[in-house]
């Protein structure tokens, strides 16, 4: 899966703008879209997270 790479950096950036989402990793649908480049809201432990 070449989006491993992409994964990744989607995780970090949410991490890093958003460190009260520690549920993020366990968010598979939010790390899916994110890769795929979907700009939709999603609800991770409360916080609104949109994928960059």
Same mark, same amino acid.
């Given at each position: 899966?070449?989006?491993?790479? @992409? /994964? @990744?950096? $989607?995780?970090?950036?949410? #991490? ?8 993020? *990793?366990?968010?598979? #649908?939010? /790390?899916?879209? $994110?890769?795929?480049? *979907?700009? @939709?809201? *999603? ?10």
């Amino acid at each position: 899966m070449q989006n491993g790479t @992409t /994964l @990744t950096r $989607c995780i970090f950036e949410e #991490e890093r703008r958003h460190p009260e989402a520690t549920g993020i *990793k366990d968010d598979v #649908e939010t /790390l899916i879209e $994110c890769a795929a480049g *979907k700009r @939709t809201q *999603k609800r991770v432990e409360g916080v609104g997270v949109s994928p960059a």
